[in-house]
């Protein structure tokens, strides 16, 4: 392939300084109906009320729209998950704190999506709640199909999901509010990036409690 990467590492420091916060990815996984989206827009919010720059990449959303070619099967939720994770890179590039909300239920997959984002801005938050409150949650529908095998591939009916052994953080969705579940997250932002510069001190400040 004759493709060439052109590097802009000034420019990215240049946005840093400009901007003054430094992006990372929040990467939300667990099942579907778990809680991902929901504490995305939350997280969303709180961020955006600190003054950050935010995007959210929702797994439904990005297969409405880039991924539409793409079905359930593990090789096209491995492209699923690259392409998320490059898009993510994008944004990171460009000074975004990037929300990824996505079942992404393979380990190898998560590994390639920090491998991309860069282990450093990689935040990997499992968001976990057992499959029976997952399915008593089942708004759309979804666990029911996939028990009557109306829905091939459905995570954690006909398709596997392999839990996090050491993610960043793990929420349990069933047992903590969304409001302290936000909060641990916000906690780990600054206790774990603002020494790395990731975020300024000023701009997470008092308005986290340790």
Known sequence: MNVTKELFN???SKRIVQKKESPCTVWFTGLSGSGKSTLAKELEKELLNLGL???ILDGDNVRKGINNDLSFTARDRSENIRRIAEIAALFLDAGVVVIVACIS???KDRDVAKSII???NFIEVHVNAP???CELRDVKGLYK????GEIKNFTGITAPYEIPTCPSIEINTDSVSIHDSVHEVLKYLKKHLVDSSMFSIDTLGDNIED
Do not use: H, S, W
């Not at 199909?145 to 009557?148: D, G, I, T, V």
């Open 118 to 120: 860069g282990e450093n």
């Open 131 to 133: 499959l029976e409150v």
């Open 145 to 148: 199909k996939a028990r009557k």
């Open 10 to 12: 000034d420019n990215y």
């Open 105 to 107: 239920p393979y380990k």
């Open 53 to 55: 720059r935010t995007y």
